[in-house]
Protein backbone atom coordinates (compact mmCIF):
# COMPACT_ATOMS: atom_id res chain seq x y z
CA UNK A 1 0.00 0.00 0.00
CA UNK A 2 1.43 2.96 -0.93
CA UNK A 3 1.84 6.03 1.68
CA UNK A 4 -0.71 8.61 1.83
CA UNK A 5 1.78 11.23 0.60
CA UNK A 6 1.25 10.03 -2.78
CA UNK A 7 -2.43 11.80 -3.03
CA UNK A 8 -1.36 14.92 -1.30
CA UNK A 9 -2.65 17.75 -2.96
CA UNK A 10 0.18 20.07 -1.98
CA UNK A 11 1.73 21.43 -4.63
CA UNK A 12 5.27 20.18 -5.45
CA UNK A 13 8.08 22.89 -4.07
CA UNK A 14 9.72 24.65 -7.18
CA UNK A 15 12.97 21.42 -8.66
CA UNK A 16 16.23 22.32 -9.53
CA UNK A 17 17.51 21.20 -13.20
CA UNK A 18 19.07 18.45 -11.95
CA UNK A 19 15.54 16.96 -9.92
CA UNK A 20 14.13 16.48 -13.05
CA UNK A 21 14.96 14.45 -16.18
CA UNK A 22 14.32 15.47 -19.92
CA UNK A 23 14.13 13.24 -22.47
CA UNK A 24 14.07 14.29 -26.55
CA UNK A 25 12.36 13.17 -29.16
CA UNK A 26 14.84 11.22 -30.43
CA UNK A 27 14.72 9.38 -26.65
CA UNK A 28 11.69 8.67 -27.05
CA UNK A 29 11.46 7.18 -30.53
CA UNK A 30 14.37 4.75 -29.89
CA UNK A 31 12.61 3.69 -26.50
CA UNK A 32 9.18 3.28 -28.45
CA UNK A 33 10.75 1.05 -30.87
CA UNK A 34 12.40 -0.82 -28.17
CA UNK A 35 9.10 -1.37 -26.58
CA UNK A 36 7.48 -2.53 -29.96
CA UNK A 37 10.49 -4.93 -30.28
CA UNK A 38 9.58 -6.45 -26.94
CA UNK A 39 5.77 -6.81 -27.23
CA UNK A 40 6.58 -8.53 -30.47
CA UNK A 41 9.42 -10.71 -28.97
CA UNK A 42 6.94 -11.40 -25.73
CA UNK A 43 4.38 -12.91 -28.68
CA UNK A 44 1.49 -10.45 -27.68
CA UNK A 45 -0.20 -9.84 -30.99
CA UNK A 46 -2.33 -6.96 -30.13
CA UNK A 47 -5.54 -6.07 -32.42
CA UNK A 48 -5.10 -2.42 -31.91
CA UNK A 49 -3.53 0.30 -29.48
CA UNK A 50 -4.87 2.46 -26.79
CA UNK A 51 -3.33 5.83 -26.15
CA UNK A 52 -3.60 7.00 -22.73
CA UNK A 53 -3.68 11.34 -23.47
CA UNK A 54 -1.93 12.75 -23.84
CA UNK A 55 0.96 11.70 -22.72
CA UNK A 56 0.59 8.40 -24.13
CA UNK A 57 -0.37 9.71 -27.62
CA UNK A 58 3.07 10.21 -29.42
CA UNK A 59 4.87 6.64 -28.19
CA UNK A 60 1.14 5.14 -28.98
CA UNK A 61 2.04 6.39 -32.58
CA UNK A 62 5.96 5.09 -32.89
CA UNK A 63 4.87 1.39 -31.80
CA UNK A 64 2.15 1.64 -34.07
CA UNK A 65 5.04 1.89 -37.05
CA UNK A 66 6.55 -0.96 -35.92
CA UNK A 67 3.55 -3.38 -34.54
CA UNK A 68 0.82 -2.18 -37.56
CA UNK A 69 -2.17 -1.86 -35.71
CA UNK A 70 -4.57 0.90 -35.20
CA UNK A 71 -5.26 3.40 -32.37
CA UNK A 72 -8.01 4.68 -30.54
CA UNK A 73 -7.21 7.18 -27.78
CA UNK A 74 -8.90 7.90 -24.70
CA UNK A 75 -8.33 10.79 -22.31
CA UNK A 76 -7.92 10.82 -18.52
CA UNK A 77 -6.81 13.43 -16.26
CA UNK A 78 -4.99 12.69 -12.73
CA UNK A 79 -3.62 16.32 -12.70
CA UNK A 80 -5.06 19.13 -11.85
CA UNK A 81 -5.41 21.54 -15.46
CA UNK A 82 -4.74 24.90 -13.80
CA UNK A 83 -2.16 23.26 -11.45
CA UNK A 84 -0.61 20.58 -13.24
CA UNK A 85 2.10 20.11 -10.46
CA UNK A 86 -1.31 18.69 -8.27
CA UNK A 87 -2.65 15.56 -8.53
CA UNK A 88 -6.51 14.95 -8.10
CA UNK A 89 -7.48 11.84 -5.37
CA UNK A 90 -8.62 9.78 -8.79
CA UNK A 91 -8.63 9.39 -12.09
CA UNK A 92 -11.46 10.75 -14.20
CA UNK A 93 -12.22 9.59 -17.88
CA UNK A 94 -12.78 12.74 -20.07
CA UNK A 95 -12.81 11.07 -23.76
CA UNK A 96 -13.41 7.57 -23.82
CA UNK A 97 -13.78 4.76 -27.01
CA UNK A 98 -17.11 5.71 -29.23
CA UNK A 99 -19.30 2.80 -29.09
CA UNK A 100 -16.19 1.01 -26.89
CA UNK A 101 -17.85 -2.19 -26.18
CA UNK A 102 -18.56 -2.80 -30.10
CA UNK A 103 -14.63 -2.14 -31.45
CA UNK A 104 -13.13 -3.30 -28.09
CA UNK A 105 -14.96 -6.50 -27.43
CA UNK A 106 -12.99 -9.38 -27.81
CA UNK A 107 -9.54 -7.42 -29.06
CA UNK A 108 -6.51 -7.84 -27.48
CA UNK A 109 -5.42 -4.38 -26.40
CA UNK A 110 -1.84 -2.58 -25.98
CA UNK A 111 -2.63 0.28 -23.62
CA UNK A 112 0.29 2.78 -23.79
CA UNK A 113 1.08 5.79 -21.40
CA UNK A 114 4.48 7.60 -21.36
CA UNK A 115 4.79 7.05 -17.17
CA UNK A 116 3.83 4.45 -14.75
CA UNK A 117 4.33 6.92 -11.76
CA UNK A 118 0.97 6.24 -9.21
CA UNK A 119 -0.13 3.62 -11.40
CA UNK A 120 -2.98 4.73 -10.79
CA UNK A 121 -4.22 6.00 -14.36
CA UNK A 122 -3.15 2.49 -15.45
CA UNK A 123 -4.84 0.95 -13.58
CA UNK A 124 -8.29 2.63 -14.08
CA UNK A 125 -7.51 2.47 -17.64
CA UNK A 126 -6.93 -0.84 -17.60
CA UNK A 127 -10.37 -1.43 -15.58
CA UNK A 128 -11.93 0.36 -17.87
CA UNK A 129 -10.95 -1.86 -20.52
CA UNK A 130 -12.15 -4.95 -18.96
CA UNK A 131 -15.06 -4.04 -18.35
CA UNK A 132 -15.69 -3.30 -22.14
CA UNK A 133 -15.12 -7.38 -22.26
CA UNK A 134 -11.56 -7.13 -24.07
CA UNK A 135 -10.04 -10.65 -24.69
CA UNK A 136 -6.90 -9.40 -23.05
CA UNK A 137 -4.44 -6.35 -21.74
CA UNK A 138 -0.98 -5.98 -22.21
CA UNK A 139 0.49 -2.33 -20.62
CA UNK A 140 3.46 -0.11 -22.05
CA UNK A 141 5.10 2.44 -20.42
CA UNK A 142 8.29 4.35 -21.82
CA UNK A 143 9.25 5.26 -18.03
CA UNK A 144 8.19 2.96 -14.91
CA UNK A 145 9.62 4.93 -11.45
CA UNK A 146 10.90 2.99 -9.19
CA UNK A 147 8.71 3.84 -6.26
CA UNK A 148 5.71 2.65 -4.58
CA UNK A 149 2.80 2.60 -6.25
CA UNK A 150 -0.69 3.64 -5.08
CA UNK A 151 -2.52 1.43 -8.20
CA UNK A 152 -2.04 -1.75 -9.12
CA UNK A 153 -1.98 -4.13 -12.26
CA UNK A 154 -5.14 -5.90 -12.44
CA UNK A 155 -4.31 -9.75 -12.08
CA UNK A 156 -5.68 -10.28 -15.63
CA UNK A 157 -2.90 -8.38 -17.19
CA UNK A 158 -0.32 -10.46 -18.27
CA UNK A 159 2.40 -8.59 -20.14
CA UNK A 160 3.77 -5.53 -18.85
CA UNK A 161 6.80 -3.70 -20.49
CA UNK A 162 8.54 -0.85 -19.68
CA UNK A 163 10.92 0.89 -22.07
CA UNK A 164 13.55 2.23 -18.57
CA UNK A 165 13.09 2.27 -15.14
CA UNK A 166 14.04 5.55 -14.22
CA UNK A 167 14.13 7.16 -10.18
CA UNK A 168 11.21 9.44 -8.88
CA UNK A 169 12.13 12.34 -10.31
CA UNK A 170 9.88 15.17 -12.53
CA UNK A 171 10.54 13.75 -16.07
CA UNK A 172 10.29 16.47 -18.96
CA UNK A 173 9.13 15.02 -22.25
CA UNK A 174 9.51 17.10 -25.45
CA UNK A 175 5.85 17.24 -26.29
CA UNK A 176 5.05 19.92 -23.01
CA UNK A 177 8.04 22.15 -24.18
CA UNK A 178 7.40 25.84 -24.37
CA UNK A 179 10.63 25.79 -25.76
CA UNK A 180 11.76 22.95 -27.62
CA UNK A 181 15.52 24.66 -28.11
CA UNK A 182 15.77 25.10 -24.60
CA UNK A 183 14.48 21.79 -23.52
CA UNK A 184 16.82 20.02 -25.75
CA UNK A 185 19.51 21.99 -24.62
CA UNK A 186 18.86 20.34 -21.22
CA UNK A 187 18.25 17.03 -21.92
CA UNK A 188 21.77 17.34 -23.53
CA UNK A 189 23.71 18.89 -20.80
CA UNK A 190 21.94 16.30 -18.38
CA UNK A 191 23.44 13.66 -20.93
CA UNK A 192 26.98 14.68 -20.49
CA UNK A 193 26.90 15.06 -16.59
CA UNK A 194 25.59 11.33 -15.88
Same mark, same amino acid.
Given at each position: ?23 TYEDIHKTSKALAE ?41 ? +????PERRLETPRAVQWV ?69 ? +? ?26
Amino acid at each position: QAPPSIFSAQPRAALTMSEKLFYTYEDIHKTSKALAEAVQTAGFDADLIVAIGSGGFIPARIIRTFLKKPILAVGVVFY +DETAPERRLETPRAVQWVDNAEKQLAGKKVLLVDEVDDTRTTLEFCVRELLKNKVAEVAVAVLHNKTKPKAGTIPAEVHHYFAGQTIE +DRWVCYPWDAIDIDAHVASANSAAKTA
